[in-house]
């Protein structure tokens, strides 16, 4: 029997989760999963090393080559058979979202916000309670800001990690 794959971790909800032809005709959708969206994300978007992208996805860099494979022949069958493409599912875990206050500068993590959850708007910093921060990502800073990005639970982008699955 074989072993259950680890879950990857996936930075961020996809901000679209349907790409279709100009006709779908009778053809199949093409299922990308979560974590080979992430793959693709991480190596061909980026330019990663694969070795990095499969600490950065906390996989073995086996499994994390088995994902990115299929990604990239699920892509290219849509695009080769002029099939949509819908992403969707998968075996994977959102990644905390890491957070500095502008006031205090402390740094601390939260889970990727969920269904009733606090958006990262909505989080004040635990060591002075200002509501001023800015989201990490990779050292990375980003100013937090409720409504302003157009922010919709589950959507991602913002403050929110999407939802934790």
Known sequence: MPRRRCHGLVYDEPLCRRFSTQSDGDNQPVILQLEELEALRLKDVKGWEQAIC??????????????????????????????????????????????????????????????GGKHGYEIACPKCGSMQKMKLDNGVKHTCGGGQHGHEHGHGGGCCGGHDH
């Open 54 to 115: 499969a600490a950065v996805m906390g996989l073995t860099r086996p499994t994390y080559q088995r994902i990115l494979q299929s990604a990239r022949h699920k892509v290219a069958t849509a695009l080769v058979e002029g099939r949509a493409i819908i992403i969707e599912g998968g075996n994977y875990v959102m990644k905390n979202r890491v957070f500095e206050c502008v006031d205090c500068k402390h740094v601390w993590e939260e889970p990727p916000c969920t269904e």
